[in-house]
């Protein structure tokens, strides 16, 4: 009984050591170093950021009804689950501060001491940035803060937005925890403080005035008489200001796969991890280092957080915080920060890297050697490879990994640690899950199993359709530990407290549902103190409830957008509760064909991969529409969704149509109102009709001129277009033929009812003949029309084309306007992945106009909308106001696949030429600048001239200038010429530079074609 009692006492002692709060306080020393104050020895933590008290996370939890701490709680036990060591918070200071930067006490900093508290019980530290500056109006509510008054520009030169920030920033580090009773200027679970969230300057400011604004920042977070660290962001090349200042320290972020490519990247990228700002410099030698952002963005590998976190290792970064962790809730659908996604539950395998990482900050001291690679990385006891999609870590006590590996432990019976994803030669598991083992004691285990996801859509698109599934039942599992054997029992666990049996393993086999285990050897009973020992090793078990029982298949396939004819095309697709699966092409000329897929591997409990090929003979050039459906048990599936971002409405096989107007023998009747001089007359293209509106000026305000003609459709035989009576959203459009004159054209097309109201859509079209698919769905009420539903054909009167000037905001040009209509149908659609088979002494495209536009605009003066060009190409419009104020240029970045092209047409590019298509749209615009950057961030480019002709230019690459005046070190890493194989993106930038003489004016231009002919 005794021994009893000493043991469970032993084991409470035990658990109290080890849920030991975030108390222990830190300071910079006179080299830079990051300490702990109790022991002296360095900090090395690795967490995330994380936004539930704030902006966007906040509203979006808030619409749906959720609490807000229970979240937190939620989010912070998988932190502390996944061995991470703090998070940084950027507080978005205009939702807790007024116009003079008064703090104010509210909603936001009541969750944010909530977050505090519930970290510092988890063990985890806080780094708070007090100022982010954006996100006022557009991210949040309506807010009135300090930052609403002024830009970043004049928060961070004009001294007289100074002293509101100061006084923001000491009653911040001066705010008492309502819940711990700490102001956060003295909490140890705060770290340190982060002055300010990328600061951006006027050009032309000098590093000395920055160093006066940062002193400033520092002196007023002192003034609070806090004694924590004090650290500020020096991008931007603001390493020698804010070294000369007072901080203790400095930031910096990193994106080595770049921001919000609107898509999941392909392909390795761990060549993409070099180097960051804080690389070696003097002028900050002895400051601490801290990077307060880093991701591999738009991707679901598995490899790159470990090797990111020995490149700042390498680079004395001593805490770093990824960006950023999805709530749980939000997770599945991924809408709020869409080029970044972590979640446990939603991406098991990267929350695994990311535990791997947090021990090579663990382990990996401060200096240690990094050498960049394009595949695979060792550095013992890690290893991460992109061709394997892992990281991993093993030791003789640890073994984590997160994808499946075929690694020996070299010590499995002293092992203490098995966390992962997939199989390895200890744990085969049939589910997707992440999963963690930790040894409580001999032959005594906790198990925690989280739940089977699968993705059915691209993550990173930013739509609003669920990008993750979690799915239903009991995945079986073997163990092959030593110290469990081969027969064990298996608990439910839940609050420090083991239940009833569930399960025996036989052969070390079982089966149970997600959930909180503990697992004892031979069957026997737990004591007491190895329930507590259990307890302690792991936070409680969370996850989504359980997923209903699906019947109907999952279904997500991948496939090229182009490829070379004539070659085998593999198609891939990964299916859930499905048993076959087939993919259907179809040319623009109407054959068809059809591809079985087979399964690719051996599949996991009810999920698998899928493929095939499509012969290189049955591959001719053109364009091809690629469908997939899947079938098991319960249904099928297809895919591409109506909501698949990238997918293109076609029209369906067999054609299905119905004529929406008759084009008149005589010109109908112009109406006119407040327009310039307006005239509709019937012409003839060769064998097409169509009307023409010309507009002379397209006056001003609510100014508009046009015609009306006919509705002629029977509604009956629009029926397939109603449900209920209501319009169908999908499935249909409509289908339009049209041109407009030298600058193109602008019209808005509208179905008036009897009671005038109507449903429509406005039009660009370019200055050559196209056809424009609208689908349904993005048809927009007109006219008065409260909802879209309240819409019916059987209504409609007539339709009106009509072009005014609320088309053209930013104004338009002296020719007028005028455009050609010739076909106005509507036409049933199926959602298809397009594929372009490109001839062998074809070109290769670059430019995708969806992925130009889709493509989020960080700066927000660039205008940006989609046309067509004079031979009726798709194209992309980019504008701007003028650059004579404050941006003296613009820039849109965008990923391009030259990978593909080299491995099919098996070069580099040394012979290939660059085909580029495009016009001036402003009259003073005379040219912009084109980069081709490889995957190392090595750049090639030039200046394209332009005309108000649209133009096609062709340039060998050997003729690309080496763009050196972005960063001289390319040159190191460049090779004779822009090598095919690692372009990965394109950039255009216009501005004051190009211009000098016309700096005050519009600027704008078009693109319809930027390709590689690489065989020419």
Not at 420 to 443: K, W
Not at 644 to 652: E, F, I, L
Request: hydrophobic share 40%; aromatic share 8%; proline share 7%.
């Amino acid at each position: 009984m005794m021994k009893r009692a000493r043991m469970v006492v032993m084991g409470l002692l035990l658990v109290q050591t080890l849920l030991a709060g975030a108390d222990r306080l830190a300071r910079v020393d006179a080299e830079g170093v990051l300490r702990w104050t109790d022991t002296g020895d360095e900090v090395a933590l690795l967490g995330v950021n994380y936004y539930t008290p704030f902006t966007i996370d906040h509203a979006a939890l808030k619409r749906l009804g959720l609490d807000h701490r229970q979240v937190m709680r939620d989010d912070v036990a998988h932190f502390r689950r996944l061995g991470l060591g703090c998070i940084r918070v950027h507080c978005f200071e205009r939702q807790f501060s007024d116009r003079e930067g008064n703090l104010l006490d509210n909603e936001h900093l009541a969750l944010l001491d909530e977050l505090i508290d519930v970290c510092r019980e988890q063990g985890l530290y806080t780094v708070l940035t007090p100022i982010a500056w954006w996100g006022g109006g557009v991210w949040t509510e309506r807010t009135q803060g300090f930052s609403d008054f002024h830009t970043m520009r004049e928060l961070t030169a004009d001294r007289a937005t100074w002293p509101a920030q100061a006084r923001f920033l000491k009653q911040f580090a001066e705010h008492v925890n309502r819940i711990t009773g700490r102001r956060y200027a003295d909490d140890p679970c705060v770290l340190a403080f982060e002055c300010i969230n990328e600061p951006l300057y006027p050009k032309g400011t000098p590093d000395s005035l920055v160093t006066d604004y940062i002193n400033t920042l520092a002196d007023a977070l002192r003034a609070s008489g806090t004694t924590k660290p004090i650290y500020y962001n020096s991008w931007q090349g603001r390493n020698a200001a804010a070294g000369a200042s007072r901080v203790d320290g400095v930031t910096c972020a990193i994106y080595p796969t770049g921001l919000v490519a609107g898509y999941e990247l392909e392909g390795p990228q761990l060549g993409r991890v070099r180097a960051t700002s804080l690389q070696p410099d003097a002028s900050i030698a002895r400051k601490s280092r801290m990077v307060y952002e880093f991701d591999a963005a738009d991707m679901n590998g598995s490899y790159m957080f470990p090797a990111m976190a020995l490149l700042f290792r390498s680079e004395g970064v001593q805490v770093a915080s990824q960006f950023q962790y999805d709530p749980m809730p939000l997770a599945d659908v991924n809408r709020n920060w869409q080029t970044h996604h972590l979640n446990l539950v939603y991406t098991p395998n990267k929350a695994i890297s990311l535990a791997i990482a947090a021990e090579v900050f663990a382990r990996v001291p401060r200096g240690a050697s990094f050498t960049p690679a394009d595949t695979e990385m060792r550095f013992p006891p890690f290893r991460v490879s992109a061709t394997e999609n892992l990281s991993e870590l093993v030791t003789e006590t640890r073994y984590l990994h997160s994808n499946a590996t075929r690694t020996p432990p070299p010590a499995p019976e002293r092992l203490e640690r098995v966390w992962g994803c997939g199989i390895s030669p200890l744990v085969t598991s049939c589910g997707s899950g992440a999963y963690f083992l930790d040894r409580a004691e001999s032959g005594v285990w906790r198990l925690q199993l989280y739940p089977d996801v699968f993705t059915v859509a691209d993550p990173f698109t930013g739509t609003s359709e669920p990008k993750v599934r979690v799915l239903p039942g009991r995945p079986v599992m073997t163990l092959r530990l030593p110290d469990l054997g081969t027969r064990f029992a298996v608990r439910a666990f839940a609050d420090g407290r083991v239940g009833e049996r569930l399960a025996t393993a036989r052969d070390g086999t079982f089966e149970v549902a997600p959930g909180d285990y503990l697992l004892t050897r031979d069957e026997a009973a737990p004591s007491a103190a190895s329930v507590s020992r259990a307890a302690v090793l792991a936070p409680r078990w969370i996850a989504p409830p359980p997923a209903p029982e699906i019947v109907e298949p999952l279904l997500r396939a991948t496939a090229r957008s182009q490829w070379r004819a004539g070659l085998p095309l593999e198609l891939h697709a990964e299916a859930a509760l499905a048993t076959q699966v087939t993919a259907r092409l179809v040319s623009t000329g109407g054959r068809c064909m059809e591809v079985a897929l087979a399964r690719a591997e051996q599949p996991t409990r009810t999920s698998g991969r899928f493929t095939g090929t499509v012969p290189g003979e049955a591959l001719t050039p053109g364009v091809w529409n690629l469908t997939f459906r899947a079938s098991g048990a319960g249904g099928v599936a297809e895919y591409p969704r109506a909501a698949t971002a990238g997918a293109k409405w076609s029209p369906a096989e067999p054609s299905r149509t119905a004529a929406l107007i008759q084009l008149p023998e005589a010109p109908p009747r112009a109406i006119v109102n407040g327009t310039g001089e307006t005239s509709v007359t019937c012409i003839q293209d060769g064998a097409r009709r169509a009307l023409r509106l010309s507009v002379a000026d397209v006056g001003t305000d609510r100014a508009a001129a046009g015609y009306v003609l006919p509705f002629v459709a029977d509604a009956a035989t629009l029926r397939p277009a109603e449900r209920n009576g209501a319009p169908d959203p999908l499935g249909w459009g409509l289908r339009v033929v049209a041109r407009g004159g030298a600058p193109g054209a602008r019209v808005e097309l509208g179905f008036r009812m009897k009671n005038s109201q109507g449903l429509g859509c406005n039009l660009r079209v370019g200055n050559g003949w196209s056809e424009t698919i609208v689908p349904a769905a993005e048809l927009i009420p007109l006219w008065g029309l409260p909802a879209r539903d309240a819409f019916r054909w059987s209504e409609v009167e007539r339709l009106s084309v009509l072009t005014g000037a609320w088309l053209f905001p930013e104004g338009t040009s002296t020719n007028g306007v005028s455009i050609d209509l010739a076909v106005l149908e509507w036409v049933a659609l199926t959602p298809a992945l397009r594929l372009d088979a490109v001839a062998g002494d074809g070109a290769w495209s670059l430019f995708d106009t969806t992925a130009w536009l889709r493509v989020p605009l960080w700066q927000a003066p660039l205008r940006r909308w989609g046309l067509s060009d004079d031979e009726g190409r798709p194209a992309v419009h980019l504008g701007a106001e003028r650059f004579d104020g404050e941006r003296d240029s613009l820039s849109l970045r965008v990923p391009c696949d030259g990978r593909t092209c080299a491995r099919l047409w098996q070069t580099e590019g040394a012979d290939a030429v660059l085909v580029v298509r495009a016009r001036a749209a402003q009259p003073r615009t005379t040219a912009f600048e084109l980069a081709l950057i490889e995957n190392d961030g090595v750049a090639w480019g030039t200046n394209i001239p332009l005309t108000a002709a649209w133009q096609t230019h062709r340039i060998p690459l050997r003729k690309l200038r080496l763009f050196t005046q972005w960063d001289r070190a390319m040159a190191d890493r460049a090779g004779p010429h822009l090598r095919l194989s690692r372009l990965a993106t394109i950039n255009v930038c216009f501005g004051k530079w190009l211009y000098p003489q016309a700096a005050d004016v519009p600027h704008a231009f078009e693109i319809s074609t930027i390709a590689v002919v690489p065989a020419p």
